[in-house]
C-alpha cells in the first residue's frame, strides 16, 4: 500500500515525549526536532498485529515463542547475509538497558571503556554507573566526513607510565553503528582495524547497531560480528526495529551474543535488572521484521528527499551552517561553529530566537561543542517549518 509521510498528524494530548515542548524546552512554541521518534504512523501490518493480540484480551507474564526468535534470525540472514543461532538470541526492554548490562558483564568497577565521541549521550552513564572510567577516542573530523582515530585507538591499550602500569584495565569498546550523532556507516574495512586493535587488546566489543536498517542511499550496513568468527566470539550486537520501524515506546531490543560464555555473563548480570520485552514489544517486533519492508522502503524515500531538502537549504540560504552529510540514521549533525557562540548561547539561539528545539551538541561528549543535532523523520511542512525560523534568526544576527 501507498502510505502519506506529508501528513501532519497531531500527536498533543498523547503524552508524547517529542511534542510535549512546554515540559522539555519550557515553552510551547517549539518545533520539537530533537529525541529519536519519527513523526510517521507506523507500518498498517503492525498495527493490525497489535491489534489482534489485544482481542486476545489476557496479558499475563509472556516470553518471546519461536516464531519470534526465528524472525530475528531470519532477518539477519535476509538483510546482512548473516547467519545466526536462535540461543545467541537475548531479548530486552530495549538497547539502552541492555548497554548498561553489558558494560557490568564484562567490566570490574576501576576498569575502562572506549567510547568514540561526539557520541550518543547515554553510552556515558552506561559506563560511570558500573563504577568504570571512560576512555575518550574521539572521532576526526576530516573534510566534512568523521573518521576513527586508529592511532589513538591503539595508544589507549599501552600502559602508560606511572599512571596506569601494568595489565590493561580497558576491557570494553562502546560501538555505535550507524553513529549516533554523526550518521557515519562503519564500513567492512573500518570495523576490521578497529576490532583487530580491541581483540590484540583483549577487549570486547559492545556494538549499538540501533539505526542499522536506517541507511542513505548507496550505504551498506556490517554488523560487526558478522566479519570473522574471530569478531563474532568477542562481542554483543545491539539491534531493535524501535528505530527503523518507529516503536520506541513498545520497548524491546534483540542482543546478539554468540559466545556462550560472554552470552551467560550478561543473562546473569541483568538478572533482577531486565524484564522480558512486554507481549506488545514481541508482536510488534515479529510483525515489523515479516511484513514491515513495504512501509520501510518508502519511509527511505522520503527520508532520502528530506536530507536532499534540508542540505540544499542549508546551502543556499543558510550556509553558515554547514550539514555533516549523514550515511545512515534520521539525524542529521549541524556544524554550527561559524556562528561563534559557546555552548549556552548556541542553545538559547535556536530555542529563543529560531524556536527550534534539537539536542545540543556538547551533550554528545568532546567534540561536540558548537555543533546540533537535527532529527528529520518528520513531514516535510515541519521540516521546511523549522528551516524556515532558523534562516530568520540567522538573518537577524549581525553580519
Known amino acids: ?154 595508544q589507549k591499550f599501552l600502559p602508560k607510565q606511572g599512571l596506569r602500569p601494568g595489565p590493561n584495565r580497558i576491557k570494553a569498546v562502546m560501538l555505535c553503528n550507524p553513529h549516533n550523532p554523526v550518521g557515519r556507516v562503519w564500513n567492512k574495512d573500518e570495523l576490521t582495524l578497529l576490532g583487530e586493535i580491541a581483540i590484540r587488546g583483549e577487549s570486547a566489543v559492545i556494538s549499538d547497531e540501533i539505526h542499522c536498517e536506517l541507511l542513505f542511499k548507496g550505504y551498506k550496513h556490517t554488523p560487526f560480528a558478522s566479519i570473522s568468527t574471530e569478531f563474532e566470539q568477542n562481542c554483543v550486537v545491539c539491534m531493535s526495529p524501535s528505530k527503523t520501524f518507529n516503536l520506541p515506546g513498545l520497548s524491546i531490543a534483540s542482543i546478539i551474543i554468540p559466545n556462550k560464555k560472554l552470552r551467560e555473563a550478561f543473562i546473569a548480570a541483568g538478572t533482577g535488572i531486565l524484564s522480558h520485552p512486554t507481549i506488545f514489544g514481541q508482536t510488534a517486533l515479529e510483525a515489523a521484521y515479516r511484513f514491515g519492508d513495504e512501509w520501510l522502503e518508502q519511509v527511505l524515500y522520503y527520508l532520502q528527499r528530506n536530507l536532499e531538502y534540508a542540505i540544499e537549504y542549508f546551502e543556499k540560504r543558510i550556509p553558515r551552517i554547514k550539514v555533516v552529510k549523514p550515511e545512515g540514521t534520521y539525524l542529521i549533525w549541524l556544524d554550527c561553529r561559524d556562528l561563534n557562540m559557546d555552548a549556552m548561547a548556541l542553545r538559547t539561539f535556536m530555542r529563543e530566537k529560531a524556536r527550534v528545539g534539537m539536542d545540543d551538541g556538547f551533550i554528545f561528549g568532546p567534540g561536540g561543542g558548537g555543533f546540533e543535532r537535527m532529527n528529520i523523520g518528520c513531514p516535510r511542512a515541519i521540516l521546511r517549518e523549522a528551516l524556515e525560523r532558523i534562516e530568520a534568526a540567522m538573518n537577524s544576527l549581525p553580519a
Open 1 to 154: 500500500m501507498k502510505y502519506d509521510f506529508d501528513l501532519v498528524c497531531d500527536r498533543s494530548g498523547t503524552d508524547c515525549v517529542k511534542w510535549d515542548v512546554q515540559a522539555v524546552f519550557g515553552r510551547r512554541d517549539i518545533i520539537p526536532m530533537w529525541v529519536a521518534d519519527m513523526d510517521f504512523p507506523v507500518a498498517v501490518p503492525i498495527v493490525e498485529a497489535l491489534k489482534k493480540r489485544a482481542e486476545h484480551r489476557f496479558f499475563g507474564y509472556t516470553r518471546p515463542g519461536k516464531s519470534v526468535f526465528e524472525s530475528v534470525t531470519e532477518r539477519m540472514q535476509r538483510k546482512f547475509n548473516w547467519k545466526i543461532e536462535p540461543e545467541w538470541v537475548v531479548f530486552t526492554p530495549g538497547v539502552i538497558p541492555a548497554l548498561n548490562v553489558a558494560v557490568r558483564a564484562f567490566t570490574h568497577p576501576g576498569d575502562e571503556v572506549i567510547l568514540q565521541s561526539p557520541v550518543y549521550h547515554p553510552f556515558y552513564p552506561a559506563v560511570t554507573s558500573s563504577g568504570c572510567q571512560i576512555a575518550i577516542n574521539q572521532l576526526k573530523l576530516i573534510n566534512g566526513r568523521y573518521e576513527m582515530d586508529y592511532e589513538d585507538l591503539r
